[in-house]
């Protein structure tokens, strides 16, 4: 499996962002996805995840502000990020699930796509 994430990019504080991330194989629709984040020298944090139903579930921190989707069709997932702030810079990582339901640790995504870098300024 592989996940190639795209989109990221600089832009200014209030502004908007999609991220894309596309994945190779057949099978992507009975998965569940997920987007975290990694600022530098803290842990890897989740964002949202989408179950293989389209059952969406966020962190409080992303919530009325994020959203996340998918197009089995494409094999792609998406985060829509609006009203961004300097606090949301970071590495921008999807992730694919074990299943089909989603998690919201680290530990329950066994495949990683590279990253896009964020950075929002003030």
């Known amino acids: 499996v592989q996940l190639q994430a795209s989109g990221g990019g600089l832009v200014q504080a209030g502004g908007s962002l999609r991220l894309s991330c596309a994945a190779s194989?057949?099978?992507?629709?009975?998965?569940?996805m997920g987007w975290f984040r990694q600022a530098p020298g803290q842990e890897r944090d989740f964002l949202a995840a989408?179950?293989?139903?389209?059952?969406?579930a966020y962190a409080d921190s992303v919530k009325g502000r994020f959203t996340i989707s998918r197009d089995d069709a494409k094999n792609t997932v998406y985060l829509q990020m609006i009203g961004l702030k300097p606090e949301d810079t970071a590495v921008y990582y999807c992730?694919?699930?074990?299943?089909?339901?989603?998690?919201?640790?680290?530990?329950?995504?066994?495949?990683w796509g590279r990253g896009t870098q964020v950075t929002v300024s003030s």
């Open positions: 989408i179950d293989w139903s389209g059952g969406t």
């Open positions: 194989g057949r099978t992507f629709s009975n998965y569940a």
């Open positions: 992730a694919r699930a074990y299943g089909k339901y989603t998690y919201s640790r680290v530990s329950g995504y066994p495949y």
